[in-house]
């Protein structure tokens, strides 16, 4: 939600369906991972993939334990609030493609 709130200020946000949180994690980590680490994307592919197998379990997959949970509340918390911080910080406009 922290990384569709900046799309969202681009007057961007992605398409539902198969492969949408790839799309938000590529558009996110591209721009904002320098001021953001939570939006790195090794970070932000990790905790998009225990999310996935959160609400997908697969029985060969290993079981998420009370430390991945504690570590997905820490990255979400820091992805917050570097987003507030930024948010505050910076005019984000419209996306505006470098060419």
Do not use: C
């Amino acid at each position: 939600m922290a990384a569709d709130s900046l799309l969202a200020r681009q007057g961007l946000r992605a398409m539902g369906g198969d492969g949408s949180h790839r799309a938000i994690e590529e558009a996110v980590s591209s721009q904002f991972d320098d001021q953001i680490p939570a939006f790195s994307k090794l970070s932000f592919e990790q905790f998009r993939q225990m999310r996935n197998a959160s609400q997908y379990p697969e029985f060969e997959s290993p079981e998420l334990t009370d430390s991945d949970a504690q570590w997905a509340v820490d990255l979400a918390g820091d992805a917050l609030a570097g987003v507030q911080d930024l948010m505050s910080s910076v005019e984000l406009g419209p996306y505006r493609a470098v060419s």
